[in-house]
């Protein structure tokens, strides 16, 4: 039965049922396509590995499927597997050169079966495949992620400790052909020579098995050709702050830098920049595992901030990047939300104080005003004075302690660290020192220096705190210390607000103690509580919470809940607290390299660091 609406005769047949008539969307298809590389890649591995299950009837399957060529069959369904599974993940990712791969692939693979095995279906199936490709081309656009030649040693160890996996597996799948019962030590050493062509220890009742030889040749040449190509390719260098968009960010904060107190953390060297066409606005960015990671809101005028964020989304859509943001306010992440329609969650709140309701007076700070009483007994003093009024080696000490006091191999920090004290331009920044002389008259290579924070500008008349430090052997409350005589020497530095460090869920951590908490709320509380043995979510909280401060709610910005594992991961990775690139095996750093253009530039042109509480 049809139905009219304003005189047009609407289809009879149910939507789901035209839905499928209709096909998958085009925008979905990369994603179909790089599940079924996966499946077929399998499926290639398991026909070149396993004789009894190319036997089956599901081998029926696999010789009209791309990558099962004649006589070589096992060998060439191997490396194919194994190739189809590398660019699985690019397809899915739209990327325009994993695109051009199995492009080129599927046309060998239709040739190759006709000409071996004179299969027809297999060779209709490979190009209707690439007829499929070529239509939906326009979904494969994206641009490729920055690299570095160490993405070939990457491939090369991950590469190659697959191929030897599989090599052993092909080793061991022919037993019956398999002369005696070779060791594990035997196998292996037979797997090793295999991959660069050379017969092993393993004896065959026929003589050479040629079935384990192709196979363990393709899989050592592949893993050679691949890491050559890796090699050899030019590299795309992520995207570094140049002193062009240094100028232009100091300006932009110099009008607007008050609005946000991680504003002037856009200005670490590591991160990429994208402006908004009138030039009014910016967004600060740094790419971590394919996903484009912004932090805190966008600089500049709000009235401008729709250009910039529209800038990053098309830098993001361009090559396939996950975007998201950590710890925008709540007039960003409403801003982030109206203009992309990506989705917003509380992340944790800002620690801020206000210099002249600040206090040490009454009985919410009696804990402090005790310890400062007591460390100042212990002879110790305090400086807080401006960057600029430093003296050179003043300066020098307070570097090589900060360098030398952190408690960690890797330097932390991403959204609310700077990662470099002194640095011309930041003259306005606030360092607070604690000193004592040694009653036993030793001399630390430090002077009498304890301890330092760090504080970046906060518009004209605020200050974040960037880093703490202190010396391990000195007495406990050092940070304490050294943020009351931060706070109490502010209004001589005509500071009004400070803030301090960003406490991760602290809504769930404070109404999950209180009398009359739900079972849900206590249950994520104690999750919290546990992951606090590794990451300080609940010290972070309760050192901030000495203070009294206000708190003021952050947001992470993300896409789809789906991208909330992968953001996690990749903000961990930003911050410091996972580390999954390779290490550098030279300590000298190497000349700066020209950034690689923003990619929505080239389509215009053409047409906090961690804390040691005590």
């Known amino acids: 039965m049809s139905v009219t609406v304003d005189g047009d005769k609407t289809s009879s047949v149910p939507v789901r049922v035209r839905r499928i008539l209709r096909g998958p969307r085009p925008e979905r298809i990369p994603s179909l396509i790089g599940t079924a590389c996966t499946l077929v890649g399998l499926l290639d591995i398991a026909a070149g590995v396993f004789p009894r299950f190319r036997a089956s009837r599901v081998h029926a399957l696999a010789e009209v499927l791309p990558g099962t060529l004649g006589p070589l069959s096992a060998a060439v369904s191997l490396s194919a597997g194994v190739l189809l599974l590398l660019l699985a993940h690019g397809l899915k990712r739209h990327k325009r050169r994993a695109w051009r791969a199995v492009v080129l692939l599927l046309p060998l693979g239709a040739v190759a079966q006709f000409v071996w095995r004179h299969s027809v279906l297999g060779s209709l199936l490979s190009l209707g495949l690439l007829a499929l490709l070529l239509r939906h081309r326009d979904q494969f656009a994206a641009l490729p992620d920055p690299r570095s030649r160490w993405r070939a040693l990457a491939n090369f160890v991950v590469l190659g400790a697959g191929s030897l996996a599989l090599g052993l597996v092909v080793v061991s799948a022919h037993p019956r052909r398999v002369v ?33 030889g192709y196979s363990l040749g393709a899989l050592g040449t592949l893993t050679a050709l691949t890491t050559l190509y890796l090699a050899l390719r030019p590299e795309h260098p992520a995207a570094r702050l140049t002193d062009e968009d240094e100028t232009r960010l100091r300006a932009l904060l110099d009008q607007h830098g008050g609005r946000d107190s991680l504003g002037h953390f ?15 606005a910016a967004v600060c960015y740094r790419v971590v595992s394919g996903v484009m990671l912004a932090s805190g809101d966008p600089i500049g005028d709000v009235e401008a901030w729709p250009g910039a964020i529209e800038r990053f989304m098309d830098e993001a859509r361009a090559h396939s990047w996950t975007p998201a943001v ?30 002249d309701a600040f206090s040490l007076s009454g009985r919410a700070m009696r804990n402090v005003r005790q310890m400062v009483k007591r460390i100042e007994r212990g002879g110790y003093t305090t400086r807080v004075r401006r960057v600029r009024d430093l003296s050179d080696d003043e300066l020098d000490r307070v570097r090589e302690a900060a360098a030398a006091w952190r408690g960690t191999d890797t330097e932390r920090g991403f959204s609310m660290a700077l990662g470099r004290i002194g640095a011309p331009g930041d003259g306005d920044a606030v360092i607070a020192t604690a000193h004592l002389t040694d009653p036993d008259g030793t001399e630390s290579p430090y002077g009498d220096l304890k301890a330092m924070i760090h504080f970046v500008p906060w518009g004209p008349d605020g200050m974040s705190l960037e880093l703490m430090r202190r010396d391990r052997s000195a007495d406990p409350g050092m940070n304490e210390l050294l943020i009351v005589a931060a706070l109490q020497a502010a209004p001589g530095l005509a500071i009004r607000r400070v803030s301090l ?24 509380r104690g999750l919290l509580l546990f992951l606090s043995r590794w990451f300080q979510i609940e010290s972070l909280y309760k050192f901030n919470a000495k203070f009294q401060p206000r708190w003021e709610p952050r947001f992470v910005v993300y896409r789809a809940g789906r991208d909330l594992p992968r953001i996690g991961l990749a903000a961990m990775q930003a911050e410091g607290f996972l580390t999954l690139s390779l290490p550098r095996p030279f300590t000298r750093r190497r000349p700066a390299r020209a950034p690689r253009p923003c990619a929505h530039t080239v389509h215009r042109h053409a047409g906090r660091e961690e804390v040691g509480t005590a």
């Not at 991760?504 to 709320?521: C, H, K, Q």
Request: net charge negative; aromatic share 6%.
């Open 180 to 212: 005696g019962d070779p060791s594990l030590t035997d196998r292996l050493e037979h797997v090793l020579l295999g991959l660069v062509g050379v017969e092993g220890p393993v004896a065959y009742t026929h003589g050479v098995d040629w079935t384990v």
């Open 266 to 280: 856009a200005l670490r060297h590591d991160k990429g920049v994208v402006f908004s066409p009138s030039g009014k």
């Open 326 to 355: 950590m710890g925008c306010s709540e007039t960003g992440g409403q801003v982030w939300t109206r203009e992309t329609g990506l989705d917003a969650l509380e992340l944790g709140d800002e620690a801020v104080i206000d210099v």
């Open 501 to 524: 460090n960003f406490a991760m869920f602290r809504s769930t951590l404070a109404r999950g103690e209180r009398i009359g908490a739900g079972p849900v709320l206590r249950l994520w």
